[in-house]
C-alpha cells in the first residue's frame, strides 16, 4: 500500500442514553485519531437555552418555532479538538449548558420536528466543515447519529449501562438530572430516537472504566 496515499474521510459515531460515557469516549478517541470530536447533545441544550431566553416553550406551536429558528444566526468554533456551536456571540460550554432547566426542557425540546430539521442540516454540514479545515475524520456522539445522521459511517459504537449506575454518575458530578424521564422522551419520540443501529458496535459500561471503554474501542478500531 502506498503510504503516502491519502486515506477517506472517516466518521465515527459514539450513541447512548444519558450518563453512559459517550463525552469522554468521543473526546478521548477523536484525540488519539486527530479527529473532531462534535457533542450534538451541546447543540440541542444551546438551541434550548436560546429558545427559553426568547420565551419559547415546547408548547408553542411549530410554525412560530420555523420562524424564529430560520434566523438563528449559528456559527462553528473549533476548541481543544472540540467543534462549539455558537448562537450569535454566545459561546456556551459544559456547565452552562447543564443547568437544571436545561436538563428539565432539553428532551421535549429535541422532540420537535422544526429542531431536529435545523439541527439535522447542522450536523451534516460538519463534514464538509471538518473536511475543509484538513481534519482527517469526526467523531460524533448523540443520540441518533449512526441511525440518522451519518448512517454511513465508517464505525458505529453504541454505549449503553444500567440506569442505578447512570443515575448515579450524574449525582457524583453533582447535577440535578431526570434521567430515567429524558432516557423515555428520547427513545420513545416519534423523530429519530435513541436506538442502537444493528450494525453497530455495542458496549455495556457499567462496570467498566472509562479507559477501558476507550481501550477497547480503539483495539476495535486497529484491529478492523
Ligand atoms: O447528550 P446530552 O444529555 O447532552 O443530550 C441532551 C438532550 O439532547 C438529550 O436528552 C436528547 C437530545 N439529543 C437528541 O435528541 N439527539 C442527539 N443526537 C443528541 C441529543
Redesign the pocket.
Known amino acids: 500500500m502506498n503510504p503516502n496515499a491519502k486515506q477517506p474521510f472517516k466518521i465515527i459515531t459514539i450513541d447512548g442514553a444519558?450518563a453512559t460515557g459517550?463525552s469522554t469516549t468521543a473526546n478521548a478517541i477523536a484525540k488519539e485519531l486527530g479527529f473532531l470530536h462534535v457533542d450534538?447533545?451541546?447543540h440541542?441544550?444551546i438551541l434550548c437555552h436560546h429558545l427559553i431566553q426568547k420565551k419559547i416553550t415546547p408548547k408553542d406551536p411549530n410554525s412560530s418555532l420555523e420562524t424564529i429558528l430560520r434566523s438563528v444566526p449559528i456559527d462553528t468554533e473549533i476548541i481543544e479538538g472540540s467543534a462549539i456551536l455558537k448562537i450569535g456571540q454566545e459561546l456556551l460550554q459544559t456547565k452552562a449548558l447543564r443547568t437544571e432547566e436545561i436538563n428539565n426542557s432539553?428532551?421535549k425540546f429535541?422532540s420537535m420536528e422544526p429542531i431536529r430539521n435545523f439541527l439535522l442540516d447542522y450536523q451534516r454540514s460538519l463534514k464538509t466543515y471538518t473536511q475543509d479545515a484538513g481534519i482527517p475524520g469526526m467523531v460524533i456522539e448523540?443520540?441518533?447519529?449512526g441511525s440518522v445522521v451519518f448512517p454511513d459511517a465508517y464505525l458505529k459504537i453504541f454505549l449503553h449501562a444500567d440506569e442505578k449506575t447512570r443515575i448515579a454518575r450524574r449525582k457524583n458530578e453533582g447535577q440535578i438530572d431526570p434521567i430515567s424521564k429524558?432516557d423515555d422522551l428520547?427513545s420513545t419520540r416519534k423523530i429519530a430516537p435513541l436506538t442502537c443501529p444493528p450494525d453497530a458496535l455495542k458496549l455495556n459500561t457499567s462496570l467498566l472504566s472509562l479507559d477501558q471503554v476507550i481501550d477497547s474501542i480503539l483495539k476495535h478500531i486497529e484491529s478492523a
Open positions: 444519558a459517550k450534538t447533545g451541546s440541542f441544550r432539553v428532551s429535541a448523540g443520540r441518533d447519529i429524558r428520547d
